[in-house]
Structure formats: structure tokens, C-alpha cells
T-cell receptor
């Protein structure tokens, strides 16, 4: 079974631009979550989507948004990029097995803002 | 979700067992203990999780104390490839796919260094 895939793996943008990252969950997984990882703040939850609806949201500004499609694939968008948005962006999809759910992470997209 | 406390770093000799402790003294009755690890610049990798019984899989064993206030992740025969940051996370299990909270709250974890 293929794992969580994220594209692109690396991205370089300049301040003020916007960026869209893509995530394809494991087949059959309906929940997709996004996280940001920086050296200073560690791994932080951005938001979670389930059946095309945002179900949970972390403490990030409105410049960070996302969506989920009917095939469970998800995208996240960051508008008006700032230097501090440079980070590893991780996507995770979730299964529920025997009443105990587990999140599986993709390899991440490394975003550098210049 | 309950907070966890882990030592910032640990060393282990290759081939020996690595025992990683985690304190979660404020854990609630419906909260599970999850362990993930992250090798440098890769996505976190799920290892194991449990509620109150000890669990074992092909990667590791999870020992949870009877009062559930602490747990230990055991890598029985550590290899150099096990060098990583290990995260202990406590959260409510969501259950069915229509269920609840799939947010994971990561702390700083333990950097395990396996030495040759």
C-alpha cells in the first residue's frame, strides 16, 4: 500500500508570494492533517480535514488555508509569504482500526522563503 | 490532551536495548499513549500506541505503568538507523472515522543517539 505522498518536496519562494502544497493520503484514509515544523517552534498542528470539511484548526493566521477534495486529496495554501513561513510542512492521513486511530505522515515539503 | 515529559537526550550502544521513558502524570482515562520518531528532516514515523495494556509490534514494545502515569518505549536491539527524535504523545483515541480529534500535540521529544 502506498504511503502518504506530498508534492513538491522542495520549494523556494520569495516574500509576498503565495504557495500551494499538495498531499495524497493513503488509500482509504479520509482524514488529512497538516503540520508545520520549524527549529524554533517544533511540530505544530495547522488544520485537519475530513470529508472535505475542516474539522480542527490550530493557532495560525488566516494566511494559512486548506481544502480537501472528494477523493480525500488535500491542498494547503499560504498567501503573502513571510520569511518565518520557511519550514517543513507535513501532511498526515488517518485510519481508524479497532477503535484506535493512527496518523501516518508523508515525507514533507521543505519551503524556503527568501 | 495531557502533557508529557521526556528527557531531552539519551545514548544507547548498538545492539543493546534502548529504553525511552515518558511521564504523563495527568493522563485521562480515555487517553492513549502514542510514540512516533523522526529521523532528521523526514516525516514522523508511527511506532506504537496503547491504552493501558503493554503492547508489542515488530518495531518496539510499549510498557505502561499500572497507574498509567508513565510509560517506556523499548527498542529491543537498537541499530544505528534508530538514531532519531522520539516523541511520546498522549491523546484521546478517535475511534470511528466519523470521530473526534486527530490533532497530535508534539513536545520536544528525546533525541536517541545509537553509538557503534
Amino acid at each position: 500500500k502506498a504511503g502518504v505522498t506530498q508534492t513538491p518536496r522542495y520549494l523556494i519562494k520569495t516574500r509576498g508570494q503565495q504557495v500551494t502544497l499538495s498531499c495524497s493520503p493513503i488509500s482509504g484514509h479520509r482524514s488529512v492533517s497538516w503540520y508545520q515544523q520549524t527549529p524554533g517552534q517544533g511540530l505544530q498542528f495547522l488544520f485537519e480535514y475530513f470529508s472535505e470539511t475542516q474539522r480542527n484548526k490550530g493557532n495560525f493566521p488566516g494566511r494559512f488555508s486548506g481544502r480537501q477534495f472528494s477523493n480525500s486529496r488535500s491542498e494547503m495554501n499560504v498567501s503573502t509569504l513571510e520569511l518565518g513561513d520557511s519550514a517543513l510542512y507535513l501532511c498526515a492521513s488517518t485510519t481508524s482500526r479497532e477503535g484506535r486511530d493512527t496518523q501516518y505522515f508523508g515525507p514533507g515539503t521543505r519551503l524556503t522563503v527568501l | 490532551d495531557a502533557k508529557t515529559t521526556q528527557p531531552p537526550s539519551m545514548d544507547c550502544a548498538e545492539g543493546r536495548a534502548a529504553n525511552l521513558p515518558c511521564n504523563h502524570s495527568t493522563i485521562s482515562g480515555n487517553e492513549y499513549v502514542y510514540w512516533y520518531r523522526q529521523i532528521h528532516s523526514q516525516g514522523p514515523q508511527y511506532i506504537i500506541h496503547g491504552l493501558k495494556n503493554n503492547e508489542t509490534n515488530e518495531m518496539a514494545s510499549l510498557i505502561i505503568t499500572e497507574d498509567r502515569k508513565s510509560s517506556t518505549l523499548i527498542l529491543p536491539h537498537a541499530t544505528l538507523r534508530d538514531t532519531a527524535v522520539y516523541y511520546c504523545i498522549v491523546r484521546v483515541g478517535g475511534g470511528n472515522s466519523g470521530g473526534s480529534n486527530y490533532k497530535l500535540t508534539f513536545g520536544k521529544g528525546t533525541l536517541l543517539t545509537v553509538n557503534p
